[in-house]
């Protein structure tokens, strides 16, 4: 079956545009390979805390007056704080299996 007329001027466009995908994503990663070369690798400092039925401003670091948490509020304080974040399971239980 012939495709309708419509769609044959865009018949040879999706290797075109897959060979310029690739391009642009090998050139973006040649000059990040270079910059990481000379210098010593580091690992990343990253700490997730995954707690069960918190609310927002449950941490001192994000309003509380009631609970002190010196701590955590100078983690929160020296890094980046994620302040906004949705579960996509109305119950608890993903957090419990973890």
Known sequence: MTPPPSFLPFAGLAPRIAALCVLFFGLSIVPRARADAPGKATRPN???LLVDDMGYADLG???SGDLH???????ANEGVRLTDCYASAPVCSPTRAA
Request: aromatic letters at 0%.
């Open 61 to 63: 670091c994000m309003g």
């Open 46 to 48: 990253i700490l997730m």
């Open 69 to 75: 948490t010196p701590n955590i509020d100078r983690i």
